[in-house]
């Protein structure tokens, strides 16, 4: 073959790859709003769900006893329309909605909610097919729970609790149909029941997950018969995809896409400010990362806004705590480390020492395929990082796994540092601290501590500021959590994120949400009919 005709090949090859890449298949179902991610769901169960993209679908399939305002955190009633506490704070009464039904035709009553409850609470529960899940902590102040009467469903907690109402708000805390629990078992999560504005449909995974209107909703019928989410890994194709109709609306795209689509025809943006934090995880547990020195000597190395300029296009604010500015008890007295690399490698040297290890050392970075809120560009982040070591006898190979895989990898504690970071849908530090350094949430089934901190005095501090309903004396444990985490290193926060989209002029009714959650049942296609 000559060359001339080699290069017509290679470049026809391209040219069907990059078709296919931007969807060049089927044409689009025109009454159904298409949402494109970064990835897919890992389960609809909502117990065991542990990343945005499946949360995103979960808050549309169920509902939750109280809930966060379609557009503020403000908490308001959903399946329960009234409650209140006993004055010691110990019981909490919950009065249901008459006439709610399951998808399956089933009542959601307070027998059901005493059900779903049971499977966060109860040890072996013989509805938990997948291990411990992971947000029961968040729900081990409960005693026991109990339907007292038909619409009527009793908490006894074991101690007041700060932090009780909020989380019965979390999408951990959904409502599911009990039938179909029993019914599916292992495979409930493949084939959701809730009582929410949207019906499972399909799900192909790794291609579609559709949703179908519920007309019998409680709040009424959602505005638009059908939802469709898509993953797409690379930001380019979703782009691509926005632009020619193919898709409704595009998350989680750099600030440099979003700048460059600026002024496209038929495309408009919505911003927020988001609730987040993107961060560095070590692994405390095991090898030279176990050592602190080590730990402080990489986080004087990495310049966090030269690093932002690199992978955030600038779009992003330095992180010095494991939680947003703003939140009761941010300490605002930590002066972040200043780039110092005579100290870095001084302090890397010592760890090494004290680890007996030789340098240079090789080590595992484990890092997201796909961007995330608070992650952008997770594999700018990573070869930012790697530069920033290596002079320093730190040479780190990059792990790039599909998101899901990667968050697992990430639980088992098989990485020795790796990007992470969460979006909280309260804005109480609780969900921040409690669930990022605190040992309760070391669980290879899915716990968030990915540093798998494990330190007696902070665990402490945690504990007894849930439980602690003075304000200020909450907020002055969370100050000494933080100065703590500060200390020890098991992580480096590095940014905060404003939340943004870029989504079709067609699409009207859809608000983009602090907390991230996609809840898509006042979105609307002009010209649809539901």
Not at 134 to 153: C, D, G, H, Q, R
Request: with cysteine.
């Amino acid at each position: 073959m000559s060359i001339s005709s080699w290069s017509r090949g290679i470049l026809c090859a391209v040219a069907f790859l990059a078709m296919a890449a931007v969807g060049c298949g089927p044409a689009r179902d025109p009454s159904a709003v298409i949402y494109g991610r970064g990835s897919d769901a890992e389960t609809l169960d909502p117990i065991h769900a542990t990343n945005g993209e499946t949360v995103n679908v979960l808050v549309n399939i169920y509902d939750t006893l109280i809930a966060y305002h379609d557009e503020t955190v403000e908490l308001i009633p959903a399946l329960a329309e009234k409650w209140e506490s006993s004055p010691d704070g110990l019981t909490w009464t919950f009065h249901l909605r008459p006439n709610v039904k399951f998808h399956d035709g089933t009542p959601c009553d307070a027998a059901a909610v005493v059900f779903n409850f049971e499977r966060l609470i109860v040890d072996k529960h013989p509805n938990v097919y997948k291990g411990t899940p992971p947000y029961s902590p968040n729900f081990a102040m409960i005693e026991k729970v109990e339907a007292t009467e038909p619409l009527t469903v009793v908490f006894k907690l074991k101690h007041p609790s700060a932090v009780f109402l909020k989380n019965v708000a979390l999408f951990a805390a959904s409502i599911a149909s009990p039938t179909a629990v029993k019914k599916h078992g292992a495979d409930f999560g493949t084939y959701p029941v809730g009582t929410g504005p949207y019906k499972f449909g399909v799900w192909k995974r790794q291609e579609e997950l559709v949703l179908e209107a519920n007309p019998e909703h409680w709040r009424g019928a959602p505005k638009n018969p059908r939802v469709i989410f898509v993953p797409v890994a690379e930001h380019a194709v979703r782009i691509a995809q926005l632009k020619r109709g193919e898709i409704d609306i595009a998350d989680n795209l750099p600030a440099s896409e979003l700048k460059a689509l600026a002024g496209t025809p038929g495309i408009k943006f919505q911003k927020t400010p988001g609730m987040n934090v993107g961060y560095l995880a070590f692994q405390t547990k095991k090898g030279i990362t176990a050592n602190r020195k080590f730990r402080e000597g990489i986080a004087y190395a990495i310049d966090k806004a030269k690093l932002i300029e690199v992978a955030y296009s600038g779009a992003a604010r330095p992180a010095t705590n494991m939680m947003p500015v703003g939140f009761l008890g941010y300490n605002a007295e930590i002066v972040d480390r200043k780039v110092d690399l005579e100290k870095a490698k001084k302090l890397i040297e010592e760890g090494a020492a004290e680890a007996k290890v030789s340098l240079p050392v090789t080590l595992k970075l484990f890092v997201m395929q796909a961007t995330r809120p608070y992650m952008q560009q997770p594999k700018e982040t990573a070869n930012f990082i790697r530069d920033s070591v290596k002079p320093l006898g730190v040479n780190l190979e990059l792990r790039i796994q599909e998101n899901n895989l990667h968050f697992q990898s990430l639980s088992r504690g098989e990485h020795d540092l790796a990007l992470a970071g969460w979006t909280s849908d309260a804005i109480d530090p609780d969900t921040f601290l409690y669930a990022l350094l605190d040992p309760d949430n070391i669980n290879d089934a899915g716990g968030n501590n990915m540093s798998r901190f494990d330190n007696a005095e902070v665990h402490r501090l945690l504990v007894a500021a849930q439980k602690e309903l003075d304000v200020e004396k909450r907020a002055a444990m969370y100050r000494t959590v933080q100065q703590m985490a500060f200390d020890e290193v098991p992580t480096m926060p590095l940014a905060h994120t404003d939340l943004q989209i870029a989504q079709r002029d067609a699409l009207e009714g859809y608000v983009l949400h602090p907390s991230s959650l996609t809840r898509m049942r006042l979105a609307w296609l002009k010209g649809v009919t539901p």
